[in-house]
């Protein structure tokens, strides 16, 4: 007898630039709050001025001394980290169920595109059972935080590109006291996030289960519209 199977449109790439946290944060919840079965799934690529951010359930005294930088509570999981010019996100708007794959399978789709990314430079990059992420010996240079609303995905993975890392001296990174950071400028790796957009979302798409599917880039001018649901103000 012949199984169906579930045809995957294919996925749509927005290079956003710099743009605020809570503006990316707003679009993200009314693009998953307004898509249906027919949706295409999107990755965003995109920087944010200097932030430090909680997780929903993040605990304060992981933020040791802001000094200057804003903290925002976000409704990723996680707990505390920092967004600057310099870092690259990745945020996979994806629908699970149509994809029959679960959290985990994302998380672990996430962390293997970055190892791949990194050892295209010749860089080793490692996963870890006990944290979330990725690791260049023993020193973070990928975070990852999601949110599943009715089966969809939004927020995902950070890169650390070429970002002052100063920042996270003020925190614990991810909740661990001392852990250290790194970036691909300091592993010497003299790349821009412009450059590494394409190289990221490629990387990405390929490690989601399933056939390969298609992607296309979507011009910026055309930018993900808030559905019906959402609040006023937001354009």
Excluded at 156 to 168: E, H, K, M, T
Aim: charged content about 25%; proline content about 8%; aromatic content about 6%.
């Amino acid at each position: 007898m012949p199984t169906c199977s579930v045809v995957q449109p294919p996925v749509e790439l927005r290079r956003l630039g710099l743009r605020k946290y809570r503006e990316v944060w707003d679009r993200m919840r009314c693009f998953t709050a307004g898509r249906n079965a027919s949706t295409p799934d999107q990755i965003w690529l995109v920087q944010h001025p200097p932030l430090f951010t909680l997780g929903t359930n993040g605990k304060e005294r992981h933020i040791l001394d802001p000094g200057g930088i804003p903290v925002l509570r976000s409704d990723r999981g996680g707990q505390v980290t920092y967004h600057g010019p310099g870092q690259l996100l990745a945020y996979l708007l994806l629908d699970l169920k149509r994809r029959r794959m679960g959290i985990r399978q994302l998380v672990e789709a996430m962390e293997q595109g970055v190892v791949d990314l990194l050892a295209e430079y010749g860089i080793a990059g490692e996963r870890r059972g006990d944290a979330p992420g990725v690791y260049v010996s023993g020193a973070k240079i990928a975070a990852l935080g999601l949110r599943v609303r009715r089966g969809c995905s939004y927020h995902g993975v950070s890169l650390n590109v070429d970002l002052d890392l100063r920042p996270f001296g003020r925190i614990n990174p991810c909740g661990y006291e001392g852990m250290e950071v790194t970036s691909l400028r300091n592993l010497g790796i003299r790349l821009s996030c412009d450059e590494l957009e394409s190289p990221l979302a490629n990387h990405l798409l390929r490690n989601l289960p399933g056939p390969a599917q298609g992607a296309e880039w979507i011009q910026n001018e055309d930018e993900p519209r808030p559905s019906p649901h959402c609040v006023d103000g937001l354009s």
